[in-house]
């Protein structure tokens, strides 16, 4: 299950590299998310839950819930689902619900990461895919890619570099979930069986 706001890439991105998973629907909260049709067009169930047509955040949850569990998904994945979720729809899915985030968290939690990383000056920026907790952008980290902060890089240079990344991270993290891989112990995950590094670094 692949809950979406937008564009979609990241969702693209799994459905292109987890078969043979099943990709049991996609959710976008907003009718016109460009990913919806993308889903379509593949065949894979999509529909809408528009947060705008709840009084409140806990209805919208609770519409999200059920249409989720309508699907009965082994994982729910928020891929550009830029909508917070509350305590008790994280708590529901705990442990099954993974986030990518556009930065090397714990660093530029929220929005805007690639213009305040670039304020910030800082070298090594990158990408996170991460269990999801109440605590917005935190959360056990799966995996993480770094990309080389260049000079004259500009937000959409960046956001490209590191957006290149998220595609290639989210797939492997969904593959071990899925393939019973990820074992969270205090808050660090580990990926069991043969030793695969948990970051990537892209190069210059
Ligand atoms: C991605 O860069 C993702 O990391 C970010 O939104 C973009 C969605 O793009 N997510 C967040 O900022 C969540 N805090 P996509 O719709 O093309 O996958």
């Known amino acids: 299950m692949i809950l979406i706001s937008g564009r979609g890439s990241n969702m693209q991105a799994i459905v292109e590299r987890c078969a043979p998973a099943r990709i049991a629907a996609v959710i976008g909260n907003r009718a016109e998310a460009a990913g ?12 809408v839950v528009e947060h705008r047509d709840f009084p409140s955040r806990a209805t919208f949850e609770q519409a999200l819930s059920a249409a989720i569990e309508r699907k009965r998904p082994d994982l729910v994945v928020l891929a550009g689902f830029m909508r917070v979720l509350g305590e008790a729809f994280v708590q529901r899915y705990e442990g099954r619900l993974l986030n990518i985030h556009p930065s090397l968290l714990p660093a530029f939690p929220g929005l805007n990461t690639h213009r305040r990383a670039l304020e910030a000056g800082v070298k090594v920026h990158g990408c996170t895919v991460h ?3 109440a605590a917005v952008d935190h959360g056990p980290i799966v995996i993480q890619a770094a990309v080389p902060v260049l000079a004259g890089d500009t937000e959409e240079s960046l956001g490209a570099r590191v957006l290149a990344q998220e595609h290639r991270i989210y797939p492997l993290a969904v593959r071990w979930f899925l393939d ?13 069986g043969e030793c695969e590094p948990q970051f990537l670094l892209a190069p210059p």
């Open 180 to 192: 019973g891989r990820l074992a969270v112990d205090r808050g660090i995950v580990r990926v069991r």
């Open 36 to 47: 919806l049709r993308f889903a379509r067009e593949r065949g894979i169930p999509a529909e």
């Open 131 to 133: 269990f999801v907790t």
